[in-house]
């Protein structure tokens, strides 16, 4: 804008009105930082909590967010004011901020701390027309608050190609949408870094302990040209993501059901268990019971008590109950997101052929094939807890009648009334096939003592704490551990087609019997990020054309295009233009402040920028427009200032933090 002040009421009527919010806190602000594209700053509070808040509504506050971690180490905006990066000391998470719904977490590389710096938007051209293969439909899971399938979709964007900074203890990391990254810069000691709009430099400002800032500006020709397939790689992974992280939803979900039916019963059983000899067993006293219909005396005591509570009778109910939600979860749920994981795989595998474009990146055919191996075996080890699930729940239905039959068998005459009223009657014989059943399941060993995985890395506790006893065949395969009751591969459809199909070529899965559902998941998410841990965007072609020391009051442009500091030696503002041919630096200091050993800070914005100034007397922003100078005087005990890169808004905190000024820069001559 233009800004001609030509009276002197004028100019005082614009001071007055330029403060449009004066606001004190009850808790210290640590951190801040401008919507690029709203008039909405970010807030991080000493209590962990980060705050949006509307400044064109006097003070409105729109959102907040509980702290993941204990310090809050910076706040950046994507260009685009959507989202909002927030690094902790070892974790960045990246939120929405229409619904303020977190859309992705990373942890940072071990003994690293990071901090995000910037986030550079390159537009980049429309993408050609595409045959979009027809994804299953994978339905809502029920407990699961957020809608897992659109979490992402903002980081999934193909109109620009936009690129998260990142600094750590030894390095710049590049991160296309956040998500993916796609190439290191070692330098140590990195404070303030940019990337131009078109992508072909980047600037940055390190810091060596005891010495001035230094400039670097790097050129990056190959970056401009490999965004367009980075931001297609970085799409698939966004959505492979959120496939694997609906895996992890589905199942937690079926070991809660499983868990909320069984653990209550299993620490009953287990107490039982704690009261024999050591040299007999459950298994054992169950299968004499089973043989001579005679039970031990502690044995009669235990399923009295079961029928009398009616836990028998509300087991069997609410075991068959939850077995029908786990067979739905693994034929709805589970094995359509493992179809469409293929397909996105199978759209990968075709991109990592095409070498001139994906090759060079880093996508590696061998990888993409192991992930879907990987995938595969994840869809057979399904069938099998679906056959688990399926034989779990006829057997211990039939075990868990046989129970009440016996205990009534077992008991007096005056107890048997008082039983069969306790168990709703549910007395009636045992056909042969349920007996069979009853059979087969002591037979194959099902209640067996396992590790609890709660409890297994408590040193204090003693080694009967760290265990628990089984009565079925699913729990194992929602466990770590290997499977103590190995499958057999009978009637298993997946299995047997992929077999059949690939008889006499190099087969697309590995057969593991001996490991569970939750070993087999973890093993295809290792697999997935190896597939794009290799991705680079540049390579050999970096390399840095210009190196200069500055001062330490300097400010980076949002583009990365230019660089203001003070030369404390010409006593001047200089103005570094970074994508210029034969970078230099030119004189940029309005008439008006020729003096700065005054300025403490600079901050830019458009073509004009913000320098703060002290005195003995006083503290002021200074704006310094084209055709002019503005001045605001700011309270001697000012803490922090952030202006708006955009929106010529600014923000002055003082009082110990707590005070908050909201200054609005914007102004019209009439």
């Given amino acids: ?145 957020t809608d897992i399938m659109t979490t992402r979709t903002l980081l999934e964007t193909s109109r620009n190609a936009n690129v998260m900074l990142i600094a750590s203890n030894d390095a710049l990391e590049l991160r296309s949408q956040g998500l993916l990254n796609i190439g290191l810069i070692k330098e140590k000691g990195v404070i303030s870094a940019g990337m131009t709009d078109t992508a072909k430099r980047i600037c940055l400002v390190r810091r060596k302990e005891g010495e001035a800032p230094e400039v670097r500006v790097y050129r990056t020709p190959q970056l401009r040209q490999s965004l367009v397939h980075v931001n297609d790689v970085t799409e698939l992974y966004s959505k492979l993501l959120t496939m694997s992280e609906y895996l992890n939803e589905t199942f937690k979900v079926m070991s809660d059901t499983w868990e909320d039916v069984l653990v209550e019963f299993n620490k009953n059983l287990f107490q039982y268990h704690q009261s024999l000899t050591p040299r007999s067993t459950v298994q054992e006293e169950l299968l004499h019971l089973l043989l001579t219909g005679i039970g031990t005396d502690r044995l009669q005591h235990f399923l009295l008590n079961l029928v009398k509570e009616k836990k028998i009778e509300k087991l069997v109910h609410l075991t068959t109950q939850s077995y029908q939600v786990i067979e739905k979860l693994i034929t709805q749920n589970l094995m359509s997101c493992c179809h469409v994981v293929i397909t996105r795989l199978t759209t990968l595998l075709g991109m990592s052929r095409w070498y001139n474009r994906y090759g060079v990146l880093g996508v590696q055919e061998h990888q993409v094939q192991d992930t879907i191996n990987k995938t595969t075996s994840l869809m057979v ?144 998410n290792e697999s997935l990020s190896v597939c794009f841990n290799g991705i680079a965007a540049f390579g050999e072609d970096l390399h840095c054309i210009h190196v200069m020391n500055i001062s330490d009051i300097y400010s980076l442009s949002p583009d990365a295009a230019s660089l203001r500091y003070v030369d404390p030696k010409e006593q001047v503002i200089k103005l570094l233009n970074t994508t210029a041919e034969e970078i230099s630096d030119i004189t940029d200091t309005p008439h008006h402040h020729r003096d700065t050993s005054r300025i403490t800070a600079i901050f830019t914005y458009d073509r004009d920028y913000v320098i703060l100034t002290e005195s003995d007397a006083c503290r002021k922003i200074v704006i310094a427009y084209e055709d002019g100078v503005v001045e605001k005087a700011i309270p001697k005990d000012t803490n922090m200032t952030f202006i708006s890169d955009s929106r010529r808004l600014g923000a002055v905190v003082s009082s110990f933090r707590r005070r908050v000024q909201i200054l609005d820069f914007e102004y019209e001559a009439s």
């Fill in 381 to 524: 080890k399904a069938q099998e807890l679906l056959q688990a699930t399926s034989l779990s729940k006829v057997q211990l239905g039939s075990f868990l009648k046989w129970l009440v039959k016996s205990a009534v068998v077992l008991s007096d005459a005056r107890s048997t009334e008082e039983i069969s009223g306790a168990s709703g009657g549910t007395t009636t014989a045992l056909t042969d096939e349920e007996m069979n059943h009853v059979v087969m399941f002591l037979k194959a060993g099902n209640l067996f003592l396992s590790k609890d995985e709660n409890n297994s890395k408590d040193e204090s506790m003693s080694k009967d704490d760290k265990t628990h006893l089984n009565i079925d065949l699913v729990w194992q395969y929602f466990s770590e551990d290997e499977l103590l009751i190995t499958p057999r591969y009978v009637n298993n459809k997946i299995l047997d087609t992929v077999l059949t199909l690939l008889k006499d070529k190099k087969p697309y899965l590995t057969v593991q019997p001996n490991v569970s559902l939750i070993t087999t998941h973890k093993q295809f």
């Fill in 1 to 145: 804008g233009s800004f001609k002040l030509s009276y002197y009421n004028e100019y005082k009527s614009y001071l007055s009105k330029m403060l449009q919010v004066d606001r004190t806190l009850t808790n210290q602000v640590m951190l801040g930082a401008w919507s690029p594209s709203m008039d909405i700053i970010a807030l991080a509070l000493d209590n962990n909590e980060v705050i949006g808040i509307r400044t064109s509504v006097s003070w409105q506050c729109i959102w907040a967010i509980q702290g993941e971690e204990k310090e809050v180490k910076s706040l950046v905006w994507r260009s685009d004011g959507k989202v909002l990066s927030v690094a902790y000391s070892t974790l960045i998470c990246l939120y929405n901020t229409e619904g303020v719904t977190l859309m992705h977490s990373s942890l940072a590389t071990p003994h690293s701390s990071p901090y995000v710096l910037n986030w550079c938007s390159i537009p980049l051209p429309s993408p050609p027309k595409r045959i979009v293969p027809v994804i299953p439909y994978l339905p809502p899971l029920e407990g699961v608050e």
